[in-house]
C-alpha cells in the first residue's frame, strides 16, 4: 500500500506535464486536530514523512473538518491540488462526489471502500493486531471483563472488538468484553465517564477505539487498571503502571 | 471489584451533572436579571480552555480553574456591555458569544492540546467513589446563591430588575449595575463549570469538548423554576441519564447505543414537555427585554 501511495505520488509529480514546476499540492483533511495524541497525528506524522520524503510536495491540511464538508477539500482543489488525502472514515461520501466531479485529482480515503478511477482507500489490518492485544487481555484479566470503549461503531470498530474478544476467548474461554459506544470520535467527557463506567461494571482490562487514547488510559491508569492503547505507542507514558500492549500507526516510510 | 450498580450510577451522575450545576446557577443568576445568554456554551469552552492551559502552565489546578472563571467573568462583561449598554438584542449576542467561545476557546488550548497535567485532586467516599473539591463545593454554591436570591436585598433588587426593570429604576435602584452585577457572577460560575470539565473530569482539552452542555443548562434553568435549589435535582437527572446509559451499556445490556446516547437529551424534552409549560409563568417578566430607561 505504501509503495503504490508513493508510486502514485512519483507518477503525478513526473507524469502531469501541466505542473511546470515539478511540484505536487497535496491536500489532506482530518476528522479532528493532528496533536491528538492519536489517529489524526498518525496520519499527520506519515504526510509530514511523506513531504520529506519526496521532492517538491506542498501540503495544505485543514483540520477539525466534520465528516460532511466538501467545502474544505474544494477549496484545496481550487488552491491546485491533486493529491487529496481524505483522513476520516466518515470523509468517504463527500470525497466520492468529489471525485466524480474532479477526475483529474486523485482521493485516497482511508478505512473505505467505495472505489473509482481516481477513488482508492487504504488502512491497516488493525484486527490481525487485535487478536494478539485480546489475547493478552484474556491472560491478564482476573474478573474476566474486558472493557472496550468505542467510538463510532463503524466496520473497522466491530472488527478490532471482536478480534479482541476472539484473542481473549482463545486463551481464557470466560473472558467477556463489554463495549460502550460514545457515539463520537472525540468526547473526552464522554469517554472518562465510560471508561469509569466499565470499570464500575468489573472490568479490569480496559482498551479504546477512538481517536486519542489519552483519555481512558488516564482513567485506567488512576482506577488501577490494566490497559491497552491504540492510535499511538507514545501514549503509554500515560499509563506507566497498567500498559500491557498497544498499537500504533506509522504511516510514513519509518 | 465492581461497584454497585446503584453507587456507580449515583457516583457518575454527581461527577458528570457538577459542571452542569455550576453553569445552570450562573445562567440562572444572569436570567433572574432579565438577560438570557445563549452564549453559555462558548462561556464554558472558554472556561475549559483556559482553566486546562493555566493548570499546564502553573502547575495548580485550583489556579487554573480561578483563572478560567475570571477569563469567563470578563468575556460575560463584554457579553454585558454589547447587550446592556449598546441594547443589542440579547439572543443574537449570546449566539454571537457562543461562536466567539468555539473560537478562542480552540486558540487558547491549541497549544496545550496532549499536555498532561494533574487535575484536581479527588477525595475518595468509601462505597461510592472520588469526588474532587468542585463536586463537594456545589451543592453549597446553590445554597449561597438561593440565600444571596432570595434573603438578601441585592437579591431582591436583581429579581426586581429581571421582573420590571422600570419599577425597579423608579425605585432606586441601577438596572445596569445590577445586570452587569449579574453576569459578572454567571460569567465566573460559568467558567467554573466548563474549567471542571477539563480539569476536573477528564484532565485533557480538546476542541468542543462541551458538547452541547451549555445548551442543556439553559434547558435546565427553566426546569428548576429559575430556583437555585431546584437546579441541583436537575443537574442530578441530567448528569444521571448520561451516567445511567453509559453504566447500562458498560454492564453488557443489549441496547442499541444509539439509542442509550439519545436518552439524555429525549429526557430534557420529556422534562420540558411537562413541566415547560408550567414553567413559563415562573420566568422573571423582563427575561429577554432590554430596559431604556427613563430618558
Redesign the interface.
Known sequence: MKRFLLSACLLLCFGLPAAAADTLTVGAIYV??T???GYNRAMHDGLEAMKAAVPGVTLLEAE?VPETAEADMEGMIQQGAKLIFATSFGHQQSAFNLAKKHPDVVFEHAGGWMQAPNFGNFFAATQAAWYPMGVAAGAMTK?N?L?FV?GV?IGYVIGNINAFALGARSVNPKA?V???????W?????????A???I?????VVTMHVD?P??VL?VAESRGAYSIGFQSIEART?APKGWLTGLGFTWGHS | ???P?AA?VL??SV??GTSLLYATLGELVGERAGIVNLGLEGIMLIGAAMGFAVTAYAGNPYVGVAAAGFACLAANLIFGFIVIERRANQLAAGLTLMFFGFGASALIG?PF??T?ISGLPRMRVPGLGAFDALVWLAVPTSLLLWWLLFRTRWGLALRAVGEDPAAAFAAGQKPDLLQFQALAVAGLLGGIGGAH??VG???????G???GRGFIAIALVIFAKWNPLWAVAGALVFGGA??LQ??L????ADVS??L??MVPYVLTLLVLLFWGWNRRSAAPAALGRNFFGVE
Open positions: 479532528g486536530t496533536n491528538d495524541y477539525n474478573s471483563t472493557g468505542a461503531p467477556e463489554h463495549v460502550v459506544v460514545t457515539g463520537s472525540s468526547d473526552k467527557a464522554k469517554e472518562a465517564a465510560a469509569g463506567a466499565l464500575d461494571q468489573g472490568a479490569d486519542s489519552a483519555t488516564q500515560l | 471489584m465492581s461497584t450498580f456507580a457516583s457518575s461527577l458528570s491549541r492540546i496532549g498532561v470539565l477539563s473530569l477528564t484532565q485533557t482539552w480538546d476542541e469538548m462541551t458538547a448520561e451516567a453509559l453504566q451499556q458498560a454492564r453488557g447505543p444509539f442509550m446516547t
